[in-house]
């Protein structure tokens, strides 16, 4: 089974990073740089991997609050915990809010379509995304490196495949719940503000 498991990551592992960095992609990004440490993924290709999720995805949310306003999905997002305070944000400080957005774990997908609703410019935008995106990528795909180093510090040289893939798996259930957590946390703060 792990046999298995451990072919579909080396095969189908680079999408899986991609698509997993569409939207709130630590998880992903962090397994993107523990499997290259592990030399399941090429390095450079891991971080690309996670680079063209993380823009492509912000550059999907940012047209579709700038061409899509009017649908349900971005109304969806309009009316979400926070979206009245990215918005904010964004017109106050539309370079700053660009580069940091996506380091405010569960406004990337709001943050995007507020971007795409202010008046901040296409090409500005992208530059700004490609510079976060890069900055991005490298950070969280050096942080699943560096835990993949600790793996191999503290149980030798050689993990095994099935040991590789019960570490990531631990790793990606940890980031999963710390962000869920913390965004669960910044939504209940956020609807107490708009409360009072």
Not at 44 to 52: G, M, N, P
Request: proline letters at 2%.
């Amino acid at each position: 089974m792990t046999e298995t498991i451990h072919l579909l990551v080396e095969k189908y592992g680079l999408i899986a990073v991609f698509l997993g960095s569409l939207a709130e992609g630590e998880s992903a990004a962090i397994l993107a740089g523990f499997f290259a440490h592990q030399r399941i993924f090429v390095t450079w290709q891991a971080i690309a991997a996670t680079f063209l999720g993380a823009f492509g995805g912000d550059t999907l949310f940012f047209l579709a609050g700038r061409h899509f306003s009017e649908t349900r999905f971005v109304t969806g997002l309009r009316n979400w915990p926070g979206f009245d305070r990215a918005f904010r944000l964004v017109q106050e400080h539309p370079a700053a809010y660009v580069l940091l957005n996506r380091y405010a774990y569960g406004f990337r997908l709001v943050g995007g379509v507020a971007a795409g609703l202010s008046g901040i410019a296409l090409p500005k935008f992208v530059f700004l995304n490609v510079v976060s995106s890069a900055i991005w990528a490298t950070l969280f795909c050096t942080i699943g490196y560096v835990f993949g180093l600790g793996a191999e510090q503290m149980m030798g040289a050689a993990l095994h495949k099935h040991e590789r893939l019960l570490i990531a798996l631990g790793i990606g259930l940890a980031v999963a719940a710390l962000g869920w957590g913390v965004a669960h946390f910044s939504s209940r703060r956020a609807a107490r503000r708009e409360i009072s």
